[in-house]
């Protein structure tokens, strides 16, 4: 009888190889998601801006998870005073973590404008420092007649400009908050406005204000930390060896922190 060969069934290494290819997509998948998913940053997730604001204090806006890490977003334009005062505050909180000089320069305010050659910090680009994370965005130059990258400004048109350079740089949680704060949430205890209104609306362009987000929620402050004029004359370089010396920054300074660590019991909100 003639022997016939059997064909060898290949069909059971392949399927070995699918499963095999299967199984490590799956697990670099899983991986993937393990390390990504911390760092989600969830779109408007339990955002309700509220009705008002005081200007000059925190107020919490979100109990909303933004990240495990404490993110501070400082938003201003170049010569701003209220911008200047206020960098103080950031700045010597920051530098009781670790040494951020190389992250800073001396500045002063517009000369023309309120609280004229005000000293303060120009923060130069994002940094981070004992897990805080600082994103500095600076919408105007001195003059406040151009954006940053150029484009001219004026009273028109310096509101929609500011909004759309924020857009393009901000998280898109983040810009929500900002929008809000510029557009929609009304603003009490601006000392010439008549009555409440969006602060962007009253002033016709982004002014100084700060959103700081972590695993406790979102505060945002907008407005000064204390008067600019307390810092009148003083000279920025000096200053910068020491700020606390002067006890507003130091205040501010102390309220920066507990923003930081979530301890609302001293707090203005």
Known sequence: ?????????????????????????VAILLVAIGVIYPYLTPHNK????????????????????????????????????????????????LSSLGNITKYVQPHYSNPNDSYPNTPGLIFNGSFSVLGTGFHPYYVYNQRLNATTNGTPVNISNALSLGLKELQAKLPASIYSIEF?????????????????????????????????????GAWVLNGPLFDPSVL????ATVLLSNPISVSDIKSGNETVGAILRQDSSIVNC
């Not at 009888?1 to 499963?19: A, S």
């Not at 933004?66 to 334009?77: A, D, K, L, P, Q």
């Open 1 to 25: 009888m003639e022997k016939v060969e059997e064909t060898p069934d290949k069909t059971g290494p392949r399927r070995r190889i699918y499963l095999l290819l299967v199984i490590v997509i």
């Open 46 to 93: 339990g955002f309700t801006p509220p009705s008002s604001i005081v200007w000059g204090n925190f107020t919490k806006v979100s109990n909303s998870y933004f990240g495990s890490n404490e993110t501070i977003y400082f938003v201003s334009w170049y010569g701003c005073p209220i911008g200047a005062a206020d960098s103080w505050a950031f700045y010597a909180y």
């Open 180 to 216: 809000s704060i510029m557009e929609n949430i009304s603003t009490t205890g601006i000392s010439t406005s008549q009555s409440p209104t969006p602060s962007g609306q009253y002033f016709q362009h982004i002014n100084t204000n700060v959103i700081i987000t972590g695993k406790g």
């Open 232 to 235: 009148s004359g003083m000279n």
